[in-house]
């Protein structure tokens, strides 16, 4: 038994503020952790006298939840800020390509590894990732976060429409799929989502089969794209005249249910809405890659009024930012646009356990509640002089929303995983 302590300022929102739930705060708190789960979260005066003997790790900075991005493609890192284009153009002029190169293991095992730490190194311990079409690219992602004992989901994408590199079969999908859930499961902190790229890259045989799958293994996520762009929208209708609506493709394949994560979601109707919200399918709301390709504004109020689960995605490399403090940034501005506001604390509540419930891990991960993992993020008020003037002497609510708004890489001074310092910055 491997018992440790920490004492610092404390910040957890385990339940979302926007439906009454409450904003867990201990100025001097302590946090205590036992093979990598946390045993309790509280008053330093209150726990200390129960965990006498154990010692204790003294933390300047605030400690929240690690944050859990609900929708990245690590194979896309070398490809942000890729000028021009929206949605469509943009795929093929500069992604395609790049996610080509993953036919090359050696390639793949050194952007997974980059990747992996730069999201450590912006406070990211768990994300739903995207692969690409390559069996292999899962492999070197999912070995580059066992080896860092990272919370992480993917899959190979499945792609039977798509250009000729990029290119699978149904059969062969769906077999490289099944083998990779094999290869993979019950292996370290990692979980496997089948990953239709989207409608428009795969025939019907295809999505029948990743129907197929998600009911055959009861553990996977369903992960993909849902009306992100207007000109992607008009060629899914073109495609599928008989469909309601986008989500009613997916919908007729078996794909819409509580595993379901589909990223974007900007250009929908009350009825689907309705729908996600009563199938339980959840969101990945990603505001600097919408405003980056031109998407449009996501419309946070809507979903709420259907209560559809939400998470913050960067997006990378659509996204400019690895960093979900920036993220959540935007995210505030996004929703300025359509009128509402995003208050700090709900902001921080979607950025770490509304991103682990929308991935099916609220009991795992997410709150730094009693038999949750230990991951979090130490972050600093002071990490720029703009940043310790804003904050010195201001209200935790004032602090915190002027990390959201301010706040970047700079900010993170420690991750941690499962208890264990995982990055530091020098």
């Given at each position: 038994m491997t018992r440790q302590a920490f004492r610092a300022e404390l910040l957890s929102v385990p339940e979302d503020p926007a439906q009454g739930g409450a904003v867990l705060h201990q100025e001097d708190g302590l946090l205590v952790v036992?093979?990598?789960?946390?045993?309790?979260?509280?008053?330093?005066?209150?726990?200390?006298?129960?965990?006498?003997?154990?010692?204790?790790?003294?933390?300047?900075?605030?400690?929240?939840?690690?944050f859990v991005d609900t929708h990245i493609h690590y194979p896309q890192t070398d490809r942000i800020a890729a000028h021009g284009a929206q949605l469509l153009e943009w795929l093929e002029r500069h992604i395609f390509p790049a996610e080509a190169a993953f036919a090359d293991r050696g390639h793949a095992d050194l952007v997974a590894a980059f990747f992996?730490?730069?999201?450590?190194?912006?406070?990211?311990?768990?994300?739903?990732?995207?692969?690409?079409?390559?069996?292999?690219?899962?492999?070197?992602?999912?070995?580059?976060?066992?080896?860092?004992?990272?919370?992480?989901?993917?899959?190979?994408?499945?792609?039977?429409?798509?250009?000729?590199?990029?290119?699978?079969?149904?059969?062969?999908?769906?077999?490289?799929?099944?083998?990779?859930?094999?290869?993979w499961r019950g292996r370290g902190r990692l979980g496997y989502a089948v990953t239709p790229r989207f409608a428009l890259t795969s025939s019907?045989?295809?999505?029948?089969?990743?129907?197929?799958?998600?009911?055959?293994?009861?553990?996977?996520?369903?992960?993909?794209?849902?009306?992100?762009?207007?000109?992607?929208?008009?060629?899914?209708?073109?495609?599928?005249?008989?469909?309601?609506?986008?989500?009613?493709?997916?919908?007729?394949?078996g794909l819409v249910g509580p595993r379901s994560v589909f990223a974007h979601c900007i250009h929908?109707?009350?009825?689907?809405m309705a729908r996600m919200g009563e199938t339980g399918a959840g969101i990945a709301f990603c505001p600097t890659s919408n405003l980056f390709l031109g998407s449009g504004l996501f419309d946070l109020a809507r979903a709420d009024a259907h209560g559809v689960k939400l998470g913050i995605g960067t997006d990378v490399g659509a996204g400019t930012s690895f960093s979900i403090l920036a993220t959540l940034g935007e995210a505030y501005k996004v929703c300025q646009l359509r009128g509402a506001s995003l208050d700090p604390f709900r902001a921080l509540h979607l950025a770490t356990a509304g991103g682990a419930r929308t991935l099916g891990l609220g009991d795992r991960i997410g709150g730094l509640q009693p038999g949750q993992e230990a991951d979090f993020v130490v972050l600093d008020m002071a990490a720029t002089p703009l940043l310790a003037r804003r904050t010195a002497g201001a209200s935790l609510a004032e602090r915190l929303f002027a990390l959201q708004i301010l706040g970047d890489d700079r900010a993170i001074a420690a991750t941690y995983l499962a208890g264990r310092r995982a990055w530091q910055r020098p």
């Open positions: 036992e093979n990598g789960l946390v045993v309790a979260f509280g008053a330093f005066a209150d726990l200390a006298p129960r965990f006498a003997g154990v010692a204790i790790e003294r933390i300047s900075g605030l400690v929240v939840p690690g992996l730490d730069e999201l450590l190194r912006n406070g990211t311990t768990s994300a739903l990732v995207f692969a690409t079409v390559h069996a292999a690219s899962v492999d070197a992602l999912f070995e580059a976060a066992l080896a860092r004992d990272m919370r992480l989901v993917s899959g190979k994408v499945l792609m039977d429409l798509g250009p000729a590199a990029l290119h699978d079969s149904v059969e062969g999908g769906r077999a490289e799929s099944e083998a990779l859930i094999a290869r019907d045989a295809q999505l029948a089969g990743a129907g197929d799958l998600v009911a055959a293994h009861p553990e996977v996520l369903l992960h993909t794209h849902l009306a992100e762009n207007l000109g992607e929208i008009a060629a899914v209708a073109g495609r599928f005249p008989s469909a309601r609506d986008y989500l009613d493709v997916y919908d007729r394949f929908l109707d009350d009825r689907a």
